[in-house]
């Protein structure tokens, strides 16, 4: 059985392939990337605070944050609808997808924290925005094995 963590991202790569975009998982983008691309990499995952729950008393709580990438290429006119049209497919497709719900459990949750663009001048340009999320699941050390 795959931990958690890696049953997360792996659906996320999944989720990824039916947006229309080329993805890649834990490198950079490349010259042979088709554009529009998201690029996923497994990010930091961290424990919880309970506040000053005793010890085994409540399940141990953690908390991952991939980075995501969002790539695309365009007329300066379009570019910003260009990715936020993207932005917003791998919003729903996220935070709707019944695997990653069953994956963080009835006691985690999925967030949107935010995003981060950064283009570049010229008529034709580049575009590319990170796009933060935070997946909190049970960290459970029978799933380990």
Do not use: W
Request: net charge negative.
């Amino acid at each position: 059985m795959l931990d958690r963590r890696e049953a997360i991202l792996a659906q996320l790569e999944v989720i990824f392939g039916t947006l229309g975009a080329s993805v890649g998982r834990n490198r950079g983008p490349n010259s042979e990337d088709a554009l529009p691309a998201i690029i996923l990499h497994d990010g930091v995952e961290q424990a919880e605070d309970l506040h000053g729950a005793p010890r085994g008393s409540v399940v141990d709580m953690v908390k991952m944050e991939p980075q995501i990438f969002v790539l695309v290429t365009g007329p300066a006119k379009a570019i910003g609808t260009t990715i936020n049209a993207l932005r917003a497919s791998l919003l729903h497709a996220v935070l709707t997808d019944a695997t990653l719900k069953a994956a963080i459990t009835s006691n985690g949750q999925i967030r949107y924290v935010g995003c981060t663009l950064t283009t570049e001048a010229g008529e034709g340009r580049e575009a590319d925005m990170e796009i933060k999320l935070s997946f909190q699941y049970p960290f459970l050390i029978s799933e380990l094995q």
